[in-house]
């Protein structure tokens, strides 16, 4: 398999298990009689997973796993189950809905980080270098925040117009599943 087709079978699955289509035509050798010949088809399913690890073994791809414990915090707890919404969502072909969903799941995040505050004292600065790693973190989580804001509003002139793609889709659930996943080392 190249390379281009191999990018083709991604695009088309999209994220989804790899279902194949064996054609089977079998001929018995052994028997002279009657030429004995059947067709069938089949259907081989292999799951995302195995799929994927299966590419990053070959150096084709690489597959990042994100798990987002379940805790007793009321809002993480909602704030994954989110996530796994939005995956389906994707998987449904609903990218502007995901996007809104990861918007959502960021609530979490910024509401344990302080983020508004954080950010607004890193906005203060006049130089990025002069930024502390908590305001970096914080002006990355305001800019997802705000990016992934056009999802779920139709502003006039601007996030009216906004598409949302597979690969949008995707780049924001994981930059929100990425971002809920390090409240797990925080109190």
Known sequence: MTDQQ????????????????????????????????ADDQEIIRIPHATWSNALTQLDAGAFVDVLIPI?????????ARRIHEAKTAIRDQRYEHAVTLARAALDAVREVCDTQKVYARAAAKAKAADRDQEERWAVHVQSAYALFSGAPHDDAGTTENFIWTRADAVAAVATAAGLLARLEDLP
């Open 6 to 37: 191999l990018r083709g079978l991604e695009k088309t699955r999209a994220g989804n298990d790899l279902a194949l289509r064996a054609e089977l035509s079998l001929t018995a050798l052994a028997e002279t009689k009657h030429w004995p010949v």
């Open 71 to 79: 805790t007793t915090v009321e809002t993480r707890a909602t704030a």
